[in-house]
């Protein structure tokens, strides 16, 4: 299962006219990550299905804030200006991917780090 969720505002008029902000989440259910395994009648080693072993439920969201007017001196061209945090909240840590049938994790995703960057947009 998965989710996600964005949410953005935007003053359109008063003494915050063209100050936006907002947020996004992204959620993810754990998945299965490997199986234990058995041997059966003819000697060959077969997962155990029913019984998975499963990475964490994962959490994720990023912010952003922005200002946005018209240029009147450069033609009337709208100009937007916006700081985005890329993963600036949820889990930290290694992510199991792959586990062994004996129980220990044999793979791992490392998180994606936060990152900060500022855009520049101009509609003319």
Excluded: C, M
């Excluded at 985005?84 to 992510?95: E, L, S, W």
């Amino acid at each position: 299962w998965r989710a996600n969720a964005v949410a953005t505002y935007r003053h359109a008029d008063g003494g915050l006219k063209g100050v936006g902000y907002g947020a996004a989440a992204r959620w993810q259910d754990k998945v299965a990550t490997g199986y234990p395994t058995t041997i059966d009648e003819n000697g060959n080693q077969v997962p155990i299905l029913d019984r998975p072993y499963f990475g964490p439920a994962q959490l994720s969201g990023d912010l952003w804030a922005s200002y946005e007017r018209r240029l009147k001196y450069f033609g009337g061209v709208d100009w937007k200006i916006q700081l985005n945090v890329r993963n600036a909240f949820g889990d930290r840590g290694d992510i199991p991917t792959i586990t062994n049938p004996d129980g220990k994790v044999a793979v791992i995703r490392i998180e994606n780090p936060t990152e900060w960057f500022v855009t520049n947009t101009f509609k003319f």
